[in-house]
């Protein structure tokens, strides 16, 4: 199985998650300004967001196969 995110995707999965640090975190105000500073900055053609959404799949493909050979290696009886 091959799963890959689009640049959009990986946006929405970063907007999501510093959302959820923002509200829900333990953060300063100068943290929470710098977290939204840095979300803004993340836009879909950005550089920046285009080598965030290549180490998200990059860590999908790696998660699945390790996930893969962990299936093999088990035994039935587990």
Do not use: C, F, H
Not at 24 to 53: F, H, I, V
Not at 67 to 72: D, I, L, N, P, T
């Amino acid at each position: 199985m091959k799963v890959e995110l689009e640049i959009e995707e990986a946006r929405e999965i970063l907007l999501y998650i510093a959302d959820r640090l923002a509200k829900d975190g333990k953060l300063s105000d100068k943290d929470r300004a710098a977290l939204n500073k840095w979300k803004t900055a993340m836009k879909p053609g950005s550089d920046g967001m285009r080598e965030l959404a290549a180490k998200i799949n990059a860590d999908l493909a790696r998660s699945l196969e390790n996930q893969k050979r962990s299936a093999v290696r088990k035994p039935d009886w587990v």
